[in-house]
């Protein structure tokens, strides 16, 4: 195999950030929020997980270990989601996207053949969100990750035009990976915050994306939908239907399954079948290989979950690394 094996969907935790926004205001507000969303039980397992993968989420030597094991050569490597801060004030979120962009640099620079990196903005500011972008090119990432909202913004909002239009300008890689969901206590047991709250978060962010226009503005965006999109994909049969049916959803220019092919989504979906029917919806070529890496809800074996979806030999491999090496500019 010449194309090397990429996953798309692999975490970073930057104790740095988490120094810098220790004492600010607003952060007990935030975390108290999380936790009402998450309830106590997901609380108490989340935190150990995460202790015990420490050295996974911060030490190169550990990260390159578990790849070679997995299979895996290049990993794009994005901050915890835990890292956004959007509860954050302006000087407080230039100071957060400023430590998170140098931080993951330095962390991929340690070993540059295998691992490529991703920054943050705020997007509960929009107008710096241009500014945070530069800043993580400019320290030789590919692009930034973004949660599906921000506090009273929505991906569809007119204030990020500029952040779109500069992304599409410059080729960077868009992450969107939610963090929590907006249904809050309905979701505080059973873990149904990640579940069920995630793969809601990624359908009501790309839908806005879809049915505001901004795809319809932004040809040329890059962005990757973590967790296969969510539930998007396989109900969006629902999205024409109401495309065709109803003048209030048409804010853009044509079905919203036609969208699906101008984004990339990555393979994490936990099903083969699933797999199989997002790699049919999106296209082939459209559809990255992504663990979550290393998280409990990831997966930990994403070539074997990819064997298992028994996908025709030149479609495995473009999932399995072709399809990221070309978005990526991997040489």
């Known amino acids: 195999m010449t194309t090397p094996t990429v996953d798309v969907h692999a975490h970073l935790l930057l104790p740095e950030v988490e120094a810098l926004v220790a004492d600010r205001p607003g952060l007990a507000e935030a975390k108290a929020l999380d936790a009402r969303r998450n309830g106590p039980e997901a609380l108490a397992v989340s935190g150990p997980m995460v202790r015990e993968r420490i050295p996974l989420l911060t030490d190169v030597a550990a990260r390159l270990a578990r790849m070679d094991a997995q299979g895996v050569d290049v990993q794009l490597v ?92 410059t080729g960077a890689i868009l992450f969107l990976h939610p963090f929590g969901c907006t249904l809050d206590e309905r979701l505080d047991a059973w873990y149904l915050s990640n579940t069920v709250g995630q793969p809601t978060e990624n359908a009501v962010a790309l ?13 040329g965006l890059k962005i990757i939908a973590a967790h296969g999109g969510g539930y998007l994909p396989t109900h ?91 978005l990526l500019g991997l040489g």
């Open 207 to 219: 839908s806005h994306l879809i049915f505001s226009g901004v795809l319809d503005r932004h040809p």
């Open 78 to 169: 994005s901050p915890s989601p835990s890292h956004y801060h959007y509860w954050s004030d302006e000087v407080t979120a230039r100071q957060v996207w400023r430590t998170a962009n140098r931080a993951t640099a330095d962390h991929c620079a340690k070993a540059p053949e295998r691992l490529r990196g991703l920054g943050l903005v705020p997007l509960q500011h929009p107008d710096l969100a241009v500014e945070a972008l530069d800043d993580a090119l400019d320290h030789g990432l590919l692009g930034v990750e973004i949660s599906s909202h921000a506090p009273a913004v929505e991906l569809s909002d007119p204030r990020l035009e500029p952040f779109w239009t500069r992304a599409a300008e």
């Open 236 to 326: 969006i049969g629902r999205s024409d239907h109401a495309w065709r049916a109803r003048p209030d959803a048409r804010g853009c220019a044509r079905e919203p399954s036609s969208y699906l092919r101008d984004l990339w989504f990555d393979s994490l979906v936990h099903d083969p079948a699933v797999l199989r029917h997002l790699v049919a919806t999106a296209g082939a070529d459209r559809v990255l290989l992504g663990s979550d890496f290393p998280f409990d809800m990831g997966n930990q074996d994403p070539l074997g979950v990819l064997t298992a979806a028994a996908l025709p030999d030149h479609d495995h491999h473009a999932v399995r690394g072709g399809n990221a090496a070309a």
